[in-house]
């Protein structure tokens, strides 16, 4: 009914930059709030950063200053600019969405996930 697709990972060189994107389809009335997590290898699944309906944003300490969210509420999509990208950002990347659909029905969707890998 919701599915949440995501772009954007790949291959980097450390310094270098990626965009993720990531695009909410379905019998969506409304979405709160969209973040984007991550998990590494042997690690627990973590916040990146997040981004409300009236585009308040948080980060983990580790990307700010580097890694920049967005959403655009009229296309149900939600961007990460990951600058600066540093070794330790390796993970997949998941998108996350707090989605209320048009049957009021609502539930946590989540992304595939994306594989970045940043290269020393």
């Known amino acids: 009914q919701v599915q949440l697709v995501e772009s954007g990972g790949g291959l980097v060189q450390a310094g270098g930059s990626l965009r993720l994107s990531c695009a909410a389809s379905?019998?969506?009335?409304?979405?709160?709030?969209m973040g984007w997590y991550r998990q590494a290898p042997g690690k627990q699944r973590e916040l990146v950063a997040s981004i409300t309906s009236g585009d308040s944003t948080t980060y983990a300490d580790s990307v700010k200053g580097r890694f920049t969210i967005s959403r655009d509420n009229a296309k149900n999509t939600v961007n990460l600019q990951m600058n600066s990208l540093k070794p330790e950002d390796t993970a997949v990347y998941y998108c996350?969405?707090?989605?209320?659909?048009?049957?009021?029905?609502?539930?946590?969707?989540w992304g595939q996930g994306t594989q970045v890998t940043v290269s020393s």
């Open positions: 379905g019998i969506i009335f409304s979405i709160d709030t």
């Open positions: 996350n969405a707090d989605i209320m659909t048009t049957l009021r029905r609502q539930f946590s969707s």
